[in-house]
């Protein structure tokens, strides 16, 4: 259902000139309120006035990740945090790679952020009235709050679960009979695990519907989370630099991820020539803010990959859909010169029924050449890393054969030889929010 018909269904030639005006507006406040912006649009000599068509947009330059470190912790903002009563809240990213990001919202801004998470729960089938259990992290990870004020404002029963402990969040879900389920596909399927373990059946709980994001996650994982769960599970995108989760979610039809065109303007280029690539095309997601007052963004790269559409789905939405994310530019391996996706990876190890759906690649030089590793995870307990004898010369031999096989299909898939590990049960780390899918060992 629609949470916002007039908007979510508007007329493409309405929706454009909506967009065209709240461009205007953003770049003349951006231009007028952030010296960084001005600044940038110096260089690249424009003003807000060079932009006539959305197409001028391509004039601007882009704001990138490392930018926004350089600019840390307040440059990007419009409006400061001592400005009196204007920021209402501030949120942080995990920061792997040395200083955060930190975003900042007005009061207008949390509204806006509400308002395209409430969206999102309608469009996975959410209606008031829903319990909707988020075990999202809460606190500086945008994940917890953003949807449970989005749920708040759909008027559903939120709760605020947030990650961890999974034995009290089953307990919840079967008490509270939650509809809707709110976590990384990573965690659903932890979730999943844990019930099919300990024998809890799925009659116990009432999940309809899975609002599941925050990292990239294949089809595969859709199918185990599906039967493990016995709900529809879709994905949402979102990343705190544009507001946090609510940038585009996908509907029921699972044709791609509808973006909130209104408030959140998407571009696809080439990463490399930066130049605009043909709809369909997959390339680097970029987004201008149209509706930010604390912070507006103007061509931010996200670093995702995904391709865009902006045909009509048969659910009645008009704005553009991305497809599933690919990867983050990031996230690529290069491996003896071939580019490879974990998301390609993740694929190949679970079409085997022997694996289970957790995995980690584990980058390492012991001299001069990177080796990759693929950690995958046996669902049958073996015994044959501590004994040799003849007993356990089958199960090695069955062992040997999974890991070739593994080898074949990952060489045949991605074009590439990886080194294959399968590890007993149980041995690869369980997330509880984002999975950590590429651990890198090498030294730095
Ligand atoms: O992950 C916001 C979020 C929370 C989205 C809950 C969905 C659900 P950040 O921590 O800033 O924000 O990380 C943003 O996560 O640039 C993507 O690389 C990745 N990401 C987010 N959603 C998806 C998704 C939140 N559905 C970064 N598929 C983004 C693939 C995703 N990657």
Same mark, same amino acid.
């Given at each position: 259902?629609?949470?916002?018909?007039?908007?979510?269904?508007?007329?493409?030639?309405?929706?454009?000139?909506?967009?065209?005006?709240?461009?205007?507006?953003?770049?003349?406040?951006?231009?007028?309120?952030?010296?960084?912006?001005?600044?940038?649009?110096?260089?690249?000599?424009?003003?807000?006035?060079?932009?006539?068509?959305?197409?001028?947009?391509?004039?601007?330059?882009?704001?990138?990740?490392?930018?926004?470190?350089?600019?840390?912790?307040?440059?990007?903002?419009?409006?400061?945090?001592?400005?009196?009563?204007?920021?209402?809240?501030?949120?942080?990213?995990?920061?792997?790679?040395?200083?955060?990001?930190?975003?900042?919202?007005?009061?207008?801004?949390?509204?806006?952020?509400?308002?395209?998470?409430?969206?999102?729960?309608?469009?996975?089938?959410?209606?008031?009235?829903?319990?909707?259990?988020?075990?999202?992290?809460?606190?500086?990870?945008?994940?917890?709050?953003?949807?449970?004020?989005?749920?708040?404002?759909?008027?559903?029963?939120?709760?605020?679960?947030?990650?961890?402990?999974?034995?009290?969040?089953?307990?919840?879900?079967?008490?509270?009979?939650?509809?809707?389920?709110?976590?990384?596909?990573?965690?659903?399927?932890?979730?999943?695990?844990?019930?099919?373990?300990?024998?809890?059946?799925?009659?116990?709980?009432?999940?309809?519907?899975?609002?599941?994001?925050?990292?990239?996650?294949?089809?595969?994982?859709?199918?185990?989370?599906?039967?493990?769960? $016995? @709900?529809?599970?879709?994905?949402? *995108?979102? =990343?705190? +630099? !544009?507001?946090? /989760?609510?940038?585009?979610?996908?509907? %029921?039809?699972?044709? $791609? @991820?509808?973006?909130?065109?209104? *408030?959140? =303007?998407? +571009? !696809?280029?080439? /990463?490399?020539?930066?130049?605009?690539? %043909?709809?369909?095309?997959?390339?680097?997601?970029?987004?201008?803010?149209?509706?930010? +007052?604390?912070?507006?963004?103007?061509?931010?790269?996200?670093?995702?990959?995904?391709?865009?559409?902006?045909?009509?789905?048969?659910?009645?939405?008009?704005?553009?859909?991305?497809?599933?994310?690919?990867?983050?530019?990031?996230?690529?391996?290069?491996?003896?010169?071939?580019?490879?996706?974990?998301?390609?990876?993740?694929?190949?190890?679970?079409?085997?029924?022997?694996?289970?759906?957790?995995?980690?690649?584990?980058?390492?030089?012991?001299?001069?050449?990177?080796?990759?590793?693929?950690?995958?995870?046996?669902?049958?307990?073996?015994?044959?890393?501590?004994?040799?004898?003849?007993?356990?010369?089958?199960?090695?031999?069955?062992?040997?054969?999974?890991?070739?096989?593994?080898?074949?299909?990952?060489?045949?898939?991605?074009?590439?030889?990886?080194?294959?590990?399968?590890?007993?049960?149980?041995?690869?780390?369980?997330?509880?929010?984002?999975?950590?899918?590429?651990?890198?060992?090498?030294?730095?």
């Amino acid at each position: 259902m629609y949470f916002n018909a007039e908007i979510e269904t508007m007329p493409r030639d309405e929706l454009r000139k909506l967009q065209l005006e709240r461009l205007k507006q953003t770049l003349g406040y951006a231009y007028t309120k952030v010296a960084f912006h001005q600044h940038q649009f110096q260089q690249a000599n424009v003003t807000p006035d060079s932009l006539h068509t959305l197409e001028d947009l391509n004039k601007f330059p882009f704001i990138t990740k490392p930018q926004l470190r350089e600019n840390y912790p307040f440059g990007l903002f419009a409006v400061k945090p001592n400005d009196k009563d204007k920021i209402v809240r501030l949120h942080a990213s995990s920061g792997t790679k040395g200083k955060p990001t930190v975003v900042g919202y007005t009061a207008h801004d949390i509204e806006v952020w509400a308002e395209s998470c409430a969206r999102a729960i309608a469009c996975a089938g959410g209606k008031p009235g829903d319990v909707l259990h988020v075990a999202y992290g809460y606190g500086l990870f945008t994940g917890g709050l953003g949807l449970h004020y989005g749920g708040e404002k759909l008027g559903a029963c939120v709760i605020p679960a947030s990650g961890g402990n999974t034995p009290r969040q089953i307990l919840l879900m079967q008490d509270f009979q939650a509809q809707g389920l709110c976590c990384t596909p990573s965690y659903a399927l932890n979730l999943a695990e844990y019930l099919k373990e300990h024998n809890i059946p799925l009659e116990s709980l009432n999940l309809k519907y899975g609002i599941l994001g925050a990292e990239p996650w294949t089809e595969e994982i859709r199918v185990k989370v599906e039967e493990g769960l $016995g @709900l529809i599970a879709l994905d949402i *995108y979102g =990343l705190s +630099e !544009i507001t946090g /989760p609510g940038v585009s979610m996908e509907c %029921p039809y699972k044709q $791609g @991820l509808h973006i909130w065109e209104d *408030y959140y =303007l998407p +571009e !696809i280029i080439n /990463p490399a020539t930066l130049e605009p690539l %043909p709809d369909g095309e997959i390339g680097e997601l970029v987004f201008t803010t149209l509706a930010k +007052e604390a912070i507006p963004m103007i061509r931010y790269r996200t670093g995702d990959l995904c391709n865009l559409t902006y045909e009509k789905c048969d659910c009645g939405r008009t704005h553009a859909r991305m497809g599933k994310i690919k990867g983050r530019i990031d996230d690529m391996l290069i491996v003896r010169g071939i580019n490879v996706f974990p998301s390609e990876i993740e694929r190949v190890l679970l079409e085997f029924e022997e694996l289970a759906p957790h995995y980690q690649i584990v980058l390492e030089r012991p001299e001069v050449l990177d080796v990759v590793t693929v950690h995958c995870e046996s669902t049958t307990a073996f015994t044959v890393s501590v004994f040799g004898d003849a007993e356990h010369d089958e199960e090695h031999h069955l062992l040997s054969s999974l890991r070739q096989h593994i080898m074949l299909k990952l060489r045949e898939g991605l074009g590439v030889s990886l080194q294959v590990k399968i590890n007993p049960p149980h041995t690869i780390p369980r997330s509880e929010g984002k999975a950590v899918r590429v651990v890198d060992n090498r030294p730095k």
